[in-house]
């Protein structure tokens, strides 16, 4: 604490910032700070998406009910888990390329792509190979296939800073196309008149937890999130990926070797999010139908904001997604909705969040709820009612 | 090979391209304004996709091109409006509000397309067009080129103006100093944040007019997602066009032309399959960003919100 | 006598009240730190006060905004330039002020040429601002602020960027100011200058107005007597331990703190041979076939006004810059192709000016600021995993050292003071061996106490077997430290002046001779 009778020779440039509260008190303080961030954006979104229902003439009560049915309900849960398994890979993956605010919003080109390599070569694999030898395989295939989609808008960036929001998504459009060709032509069910690939045999697939629909991937993605939860928030790299996030000039002036981190965080992103293909197809599907995009990384965008690019906090979230999506396929069906209301509701949480960010921030840095002029004008009013009596 | 020089093929190349470049060519003049004054619009395509559902419904019920146009822009202004109000005057991540923008966009037009409408897609006519006489009779490429729509017209008359209004008018100096450095602009006693907000707003309205049009003229009708990409395609355009209106005509030509290329294609007979024809467009982006990658320009202060005294 | 202007009151100014005058010079004179800039930002309209009131003309006037400020008839020409590089100086003129739809370049340019005859200076109206020498730059900014006629004239530190030469030109339009009826607010922190031009003297010091001088009590007394009394009302009882920093002292063509001898065969250090870097960016140039030669225990200045290459030779010798010709050798090892980590490793280091923006990341607590240049070495990182303990107690023991005031070295480096944060940076750069150190305007907005131990450390360094070149626009900060001061311009050397009377007018000479214009 600071004396205060030193004070007055001292300069202000000098004297030390203002002393916090206790630091229990700020811990619990912090700790509400945070519930109140994440949890209040999804309350108020839900609440706006109710008031859209009733604008649509639907029953809000009915809706959230058949999703709670549809997503918790007996065994409805596991479909939950199951579903969370290639969501959870590619927030994790989102994580890691965020923390360095590099954008790559190519995800679903990268997914798309590893999902019809493996669903092509599959079939060929596991019948010639041992199951867990042509799954090991797959799922290095598809993870490299991902990671190498990257590296084209990772070079761009590196070396030109060209901006990677654009690269990746035109990326994105070209891989979903090639993708498209590739399930149409070679990798085409020559059996059936539908375009698609050939189905694996169930015995094939991903095993599933004894007892459970719910396949190993799920296991894997938590492994995954928290090992890259490790690996950034402990380790040199992860330290250096948060520093190229946070001040890219002041990266290259302490001697990091900037266009080697951007391509590194690229390949790690587009890796994981293969590796979410290689789960989502080898655990639930089995093929791959032609212009079929479940577009995962869209959805799951809002909640890797909401939880703070922090790969830990992201398992609640995608499992309360996961259910919210099984359910919503349920709830939307009955409510005679397109599926893209979920579309919707995750855009609001998006915009709630910016929004309760932002009264936060203020708060922090001492300012009230208010905004400036408004703030002012009541100051003023009060004084002037002050100077009055 | 040499049934690609047909006079089918280039006629229609020439007119499908234009057909494709005008909803580019809007929503790329609304962009260059707002990168001009520093604020980088992600949300375009939610923005279009906004104006082409608003759009389509103000020509359909008001029974009037002009009213369909109309209502698009005012589509897409309120679309723009989140951006005005959280990223300029809040001053929060425009590239995260820009995110929200485009997924809200596609999933709310998604939406009331289906409960308007159910699974029927109603068709409008073809708008009545203006013909330049003696142009227009031009062989292969007079009639695509020189008998257009009114609105088409207006538009080009605005990507002149613009330039004109970038150099000789306050507003054009304002939205300048707003995007290279903000700081001199409040030292001189005008808003950033109300020069930005009229940026933002400009580019909202042109995106929904960009997405009208698509609507209205190119498909005659609405169907979910249907900007496929053209939004950010506009992005690009803005970008390599270095703020200059002319070469933002330009891009939006060539970028129109790998659009319709599919259908030219068809009508001259010559069968490549959809996927692959459909995938020219982003090649061709990706091509053009390699070829010119250090050469885009940004304006300095872009994407970065303006607080006095920020530390 | 006509136009006063009062200001009592405000948050990090505590109370403050001052009237200026027409047809005069008021100084206000404080250390850096002292709520000057606070002062400026509240009467120039970009911070509103929190109590007390400003009078002009004698009527009260609500500033709540730059363009309240200007309508009535208050002009800021603030330190930092307010100019778009980009566009032209009729441009950046009729920003904010012309009326309706068309700007009307006619009018503009009329006013132009009637403000620049009162001022005595002659701009070109199309130049793209950003190619102007920045005195050039300053006169217009100081047009821009009397545009609308104002009465009140505000300079913050105004000096800062400037040749002797162009000091001396800005104190002739000051006085033809003065002429037309202006009162003029000028703000420095450099007694000096305070003593050249002003009429009037108030010193700020600690938020506080601690003692006045007006026009006869300056007149009377003699310069020594003058400068005696202020710094005491300046420092109080501390006024000793840093009467002997340059900013204080009137007599600097004079004498020297005395530098330590050293053999002129000592090893060479660092040696740049014919070295060229390309410029980034639009206006600031890069450097061509510059050759320097730094020696064991050797302090060398690098002088020159701001966009001539200061930046891009920092740049180059640490490495963030590639070169385009030329060698840099290190201990006679050519290092051109080590990468900036490479060369820390050797020993070389820089501090930037650019503290916030590059030197720190404000985000992250003040521990790991200390060791971002050694992130994944031992013993704080092992096997790729940070060891929190140790670095957390050697951060502790370098706060110490360094007299970084904050509370815990896990606070968050952006909540730290200019001054500390630049401590901060020392600290860094000093620790674990440094042998050459480049910096770069090392005490640019520094308290004087604060300048004072950064000027001694660099001395420290050069004792101790180092050497140090010292980038900076400040002449005074030189002169103070430098054995031999070399004139950068246009991203070239353009003469070698060895430290001693008449030094500084002869680097003046240099900066003014190489020309005008700054950017090819």
Redesign the interface.
């Known amino acids: 604490m600071t004396d205060v009778t030193t004070e007055t020779t001292l300069s202000p440039e000098t004297r030390a910032p203002v002393q916090r509260a206790a630091p229990r008190r700020r811990f619990v303080a912090d700790a509400l700070d945070v519930v109140v961030r994440s949890i209040v954006p999804v309350l108020l979104a839900l609440g706006a998406g109710a008031i859209l229902l009733l604008a ?2 639907r029953d809000p009560i009915t809706f959230y009910s058949n999703v709670w049915k549809g997503g918790i309900e007996l065994t409805a849960w596991q479909d939950s888990a199951v579903r969370a398994a290639p969501l959870l890979l590619i927030a994790v993956g989102l994580v890691v390329v965020f923390r360095a605010n590099i ?1 790559n ?1 190519g995800y679903n080109g990268q997914f798309l792509l590893g999902a019809a390599l493996i669903s092509g070569l599959g079939p060929r694999l596991v019948g010639s190979e041992p199951r867990w030898f042509a799954l090991v395989v797959l799922f290095v295939v598809a993870g490299a296939a991902g990671a190498a989609w990257t590296l ?1 808008p990772a070079v ?1 960036k590196a ?2 800073e ?2 990677e ?3 990746t ?3 994105s ?2 891989g979903v ?2 993708a ?2 590739l399930i ?1 032509g070679p990798f085409q069910d020559p059996t059936v008149n539908i375009p698609q690939t050939r189905v694996l045999p169930l015995d094939k697939m991903l095993p599933a937890i004894p007892g459970t629909r719910i396949h190993i991937a799920v296991l894997m993605a938590l492994a995954a999130a928290l090992l890259v939860h490790f690996v950034l928030t402990r380790t040199s790299f992860g330290l250096r990926l948060q520093i190229l996030g946070a001040n890219p000039r002041a990266a290259r002036h302490v001697g990091l070797k900037v266009p080697r981190l951007i391509v590194m965080s690229f390949l790690v992103s587009g890796l994981l999010v293969g590796m979410a293909a290689a789960a989502d197809i080898l655990g639930t599907w089995g093929y791959v139908r032609a212009n079929w995009n479940p577009a995962y990384g ?1 959805t799951v ?2 909640f890797v ?1 909401l939880a703070r690019l922090n790969a830990l906090a992201l398992i609640p979230f995608v499992i309360f997604y996961a259910v919210l999506s099984t359910g919503g396929d349920l709830a939307t069906q009955q409510a005679n ?2 599926t ?5 509701l ?3 949480i ?2 709630f969040m ?2 309760i ?2 009264l936060g921030r203020r708060r922090a840095l001492g300012a009230s709820y208010l905004t400036p002029g408004l703030e002012q004008a009541l100051r003023y009013s009060s004084r002037r009612r002050k100077a009055s009596e | 090979m040499s049934e690609l020089l047909t006079r089918t093929f280039l006629t229609a190349l020439v007119s499908g391209g234009l057909l494709a470049g005008v909803p580019l060519m809007f929503t790329a003049l609304g962009e260059t304004i707002s990168e001009r004054a520093g604020v980088l619009n ?1 949300g375009l395509e939610g923005m279009m996709l906004v104006g082409a559902y608003i759009g389509f419904i103000g020509a359909y019920y008001g029974h009037s091109f002009w009213a369909g146009f109309a209502a698009g822009i005012g589509g897409g202004a309120l679309a723009s409006l ?1 951006m005005v109000v ?1 990223c300029v005057r ?4 425009q ?3 820009g ?3 485009t ?2 966009g ?3 037009t ?2 009331l397309q ?2 308007q409408f159910g699974t029927t897609y109603p068709r409008l006519g073809a708008p009545p067009t203006v013909a330049i006489p003696g142009l227009s009779d031009i062989p292969v490429v007079g009639k695509s080129l020189f008998e257009q729509p009114l609105i088409v017209y207006l538009g080009l008359a605005a990507v002149a103006a613009t330039s004109w209004i970038f150099r ?4 054009g ?2 939205l ?2 707003a995007g ?2 903000p ?8 808003s950033v944040v109300a020069t930005r907000s009229y940026a933002a707003l400009c580019t909202g309205g042109l995106a929904g007019l960009g997405g009208a049009y698509l609507s209205i003229v190119g498909a005659g009708t609405f169907t ?1 997602f249907m900007t ?2 053209q939004g ?1 395609m506009a ?2 355009i803005a ?1 390599l066009a270095r703020g200059r209106p002319l070469w933002v005509v330009l891009g939006s030509f060539l970028f129109g032309i790998s659009l319709s290329v599919a259908t030219a294609l068809q009508l001259a007979g010559i069968n490549i ?1 959809t ?2 024809v ?2 020219l467009p ?2 061709a ?2 091509v053009a ?2 070829a010119f ?2 050469r ?1 320009y940004l304006p300095p202060a872009l994407a970065l919100p303006y607080v ?2 920020a ?1 | 006598m006509g136009i006063t202007k009062q200001f009592p009151g405000v948050l990090a100014n505590d109370d403050i009240s001052f009237a200026a005058r027409r047809r005069e010079v008021h100084c206000l004179l404080g250390e850096n730190g002292a709520g000057k800039s606070t002062l400026i ?1 509240i009467l ?1 309209g ?2 509103r006060p929190d109590a007390g009131e400003i009078r002009v003309g004698g009527d009260v006037a609500r500033i709540d ?3 309240a ?2 309508e009535r008839g208050v002009g ?1 020409v ?1 330190q930092h330039s ?6 032209t100086v009729l ?2 003129l ?10 009307n370049a006619e009018a503009g340019r009329k006013r132009l040429a009637e403000v620049a005859a009162t001022l005595g200076v002659d701009v070109d109206a199309d130049a793209p601002a950003g190619q102007l020498a920045l005195g050039r730059q300053q006169q217009v900014e100081i047009v ?1 602020a009397l545009w609308r006629g104002s009465r009140v004239l505000i300079l913050d530190e105004p000096t800062s960027m400037l040749t002797p030469q162009g000091v001396a030109e800005l104190q002739k339009v000051l006085r033809r100011l003065k002429e037309t009826g202006i009162a003029v607010i000028f703000i420095t922190h450099k007694l000096h200058e305070a003593l050249a031009v002003a009429d009037r003297i108030t010193i700020l010091r600690a938020g506080r107005v601690v003692g006045a001088l007006d026009t006869a009590e300056l007149a009377a007394s003699s310069p020594g007597e003058v400068q005696a009394q202020i710094v005491r009302l300046m420092f109080g009882e501390e006024s000793r331990a840093v009467a002997d920093v340059a900013e204080l002292r009137t007599d600097l063509e004079g004498d020297q703190a005395p530098l330590d001898a050293r053999p002129p065969d000592a090893d060479v250090l660092l040696d740049l041979l014919r070295v060229s870097a390309r410029a980034v960016g639009g206006f600031d140039p890069g450097i061509e076939d510059l050759s320097l030669r730094l020696r064991e225990g050797e302090i060398i200045g690098v002088a020159g006004m701001d966009g001539n290459g200061q930046r891009a030779l920092a740049e180059v010798i640490a490495g963030e810059r590639p070169r385009t010709a030329g060698e840099i050798r290190l201990y006679g090892a050519p290092v051109q192709r080590l990468d900036v980590s490479a060369r820390q490793k050797l020993g070389l280091r820089y501090v930037t000016d650019d503290r ?1 923006g590059e030197g720190i990341v ?1 985000s992250l607590p003040i521990s790991l600021n200390l060791f971002l240049k050694r992130i994944g070495q031992r013993p704080f990182w092992r096997h790729g995993r940070i060891e929190r303990r140790s670095v957390e107690r050697e951060a502790q023991s370098l706060v110490e050292a360094f007299d970084v005031r904050t509370p815990s070295v896990s606070t968050r480096a ?1 909540a730290l003071s200019g001054g500390n944060v630049q401590k901060v940076v020392l600290a860094r750069e000093l620790s674990f061996d440094p042998k050459v150190v480049v910096f770069h305007k090392p005490t640019y907005g520094l308290d004087l106490r604060t300048t004072r131990t950064v000027r001694d450390m660099i001395r420290g360094l050069a004792r101790s077997g180092g050497a140090a070149l010292v980038i900076s626009t400040d002449l005074d900060e030189l002169l103070d430290l430098c054995g031999r001061i070399f004139v950068l311009s246009r991203g070239r050397l353009v003469g070698e002046v060895e430290n001693g009377p008449n030094a500084g007018e002869r680097v003046g000479e240099l900066m003014v001779g190489a020309g005008d214009v700054v950017a090819a």
């Open positions: 649509l003439g954008w919003l084209l761009l070396r030109y060209t901006n929001i654009i690269t998504l035109m990326m459009f070209i196309g090639i498209n060709i149409k869209d965008i809002p904001f909705l397109p893209d209301f979920l579309l919707v995750v855009a609001l998006l915009l910016t929004v960010e932002y | 992600i989140f959280l809040l001053g929060l991540d590239i995260v509000v995110i929200a923008i997924l809200a596609e999933g709310i998604s939406v289906e409960t000789r008018t306050n507003a100096l304002n300048r100093a290279e450095k700081e001199a602009l409040d030292a001189a006693g005008v979910p496929q990409g950010f992005i690009v970008m399959s996927d692959v459909n995938m982003f090649i982006i990706m960003l390699v990658a250090r885009s006095r005294g530390r | 930002s120039s970009m911070v905004s730059p363009r400020a200007l800021t603030y307010t100019l778009v590089p980009a566009l441009e950046n009729l920003l904010g002020e012309s009326r309706g739809l068309r700007l821009k916030m404000t952006g």
